[in-house]
């Protein structure tokens, strides 16, 4: 095996494998289970971005105030910007490792499922070849890839009379909706962003922002373009790591984009 096998193709083909015997033989509950370990043993890197992204909104308005001080010498604006991130204690650069963090686990994860939960993949022999030898899987036992209506080795689609196309399932449809909720939760402090930014000269602080306000729709619609191709077992556990990341960002920040609605419907006071 190969580093990335050794240290992460291995470990989750074992962990879903463990969680596959604990969660009563059930492929799609040992997704469920497993990435919800992931989320709390990942939670001490992500809740001090989570932290850092609430500190940051709440510096905004002395950030501007920065850069309409500077807004002629950058060498002066960089300087006060990052003795106001010391004085309280705020790292913008940490939003960088969560988020790394997901992306890589979800490419091994994908080379995970594309080596044993795929179409014409032979599930047994394959996760054998990946697993610590104790957890193997002994001759003539088989896998459950059922779940609820779908086959998690398969893309979540369905077939429409008529239609010359599938169409995406409702897990995939999940997946892609929560995307979107945590994405509008942010909203705020990107649009905080973009006042700021329209206020100076810096083409680098509107492409940040272009770029922040196009992931509330681009993170979705990969969601849906990915997830429609791919196994459904790899959108089941895009959804429910982004739930969990959902709740974390509702418990730090507060529902921030979604405050007006939530208050409608009544989950908060006004």
Known sequence: MNIFETLLLQPLASGLIIFYRLM???MGL?????TVFLKIVLNPLTKPYMESMKKMK???PALNKIKERHKGDKVKLAQAQAELYKQNKVNPGSGCLP???Q???LIAFFNVFSRTLYQNVDTVESFNKLVYPGLRIINGEGINTKFLYMDIKTPDTINIPGLPFSIPGPLLIAAALIQFLSAKISAPFVKEEEKIAKKTKSDVDDMQVAMQKNMIYMFPLMTLVIGYQFPS????YWLMFSLTQTVQQVMS???GG???FVKRIGLVKS
Do not use: C, K, M, R
Request: proline content about 4%; overall charge negative; charged content about 5%.
């Open 58 to 60: 709440d510096l905004s």
């Open 233 to 236: 077992g790899l959108a089941l």
């Open 253 to 255: 920040q507060g529902w």
């Open 103 to 105: 992306i890589v686990i």
């Open 99 to 101: 988020y790394l963090l």
């Open 24 to 26: 009563g033989n059930n």
């Open 258 to 260: 979604l405050s007006p």
């Open 30 to 34: 040992a997704i469920i289970g497993f």
